[in-house]
């Protein structure tokens, strides 16, 4: 039972993931330009989407190989150690790029909001003298 199970499970990842991620991007194409942190947000699903199709894939061919119902030569070429770290890389490069967008957007935007608020503190105290 499990032979039909794991690998079924990994393609309705697949297609689940990937109507997520079409919706992603027809979203993105539509956002005015002016919202950025929407259009962030929506950069920012993308590539976890894409990063979960992506080892979706990867997994779905492997389990349908092992469980025999794709060809052997597909999980002997999948379960090479230099190909099993594929998705994982994916991931951590993934998570990188994510990580790099966030600090690179809200580390300005919070030492900005600490000036706004000391320059606001600086003008009541002067307006209570």
């Known amino acids: 039972m499990f032979e039909l199970i794991t690998p079924m499970s990994y393609?309705?990842?697949?297609?689940?993931?990937?109507?997520?991620l079409s919706i992603y991007l027809i979203r993105l194409r539509k956002v005015p330009s002016t919202n950025k942190?929407?259009?962030?947000?929506?950069?920012i699903l993308?590539?976890?989407?894409?990063?979960?199709?992506?080892?979706?894939?990867y997994f779905g061919l492997f389990f349908n190989s092992l469980f025999g119902?794709?060809?052997?030569?597909?999980?002997?070429?999948?379960?090479?150690?230099?190909?099993?770290?594929?998705?994982?890389m994916v991931n951590v490069a993934a998570g990188i790029l994510v990580l790099f967008i966030l600090i690179r957007r809200w580390m300005p935007l919070e030492a900005q909001e600490?000036?706004?608020?000391?320059?606001q503190l600086v003008d009541r105290s002067q307006d209570v003298w």
């Open 11 to 20: 393609w309705v990842l697949t297609i689940l993931w990937f109507v997520i």
């Open 69 to 88: 119902l794709l060809p052997a030569s597909i999980h002997e070429l999948l379960g090479q150690p230099e190909l099993i770290i594929l998705p994982k």
């Open 114 to 119: 600490r000036e706004q608020l000391k320059q």
């Open 37 to 43: 942190l929407l259009i962030l947000l929506l950069f």
């Open 46 to 57: 993308s590539i976890d989407a894409f990063r979960t199709v992506f080892e979706s894939v």
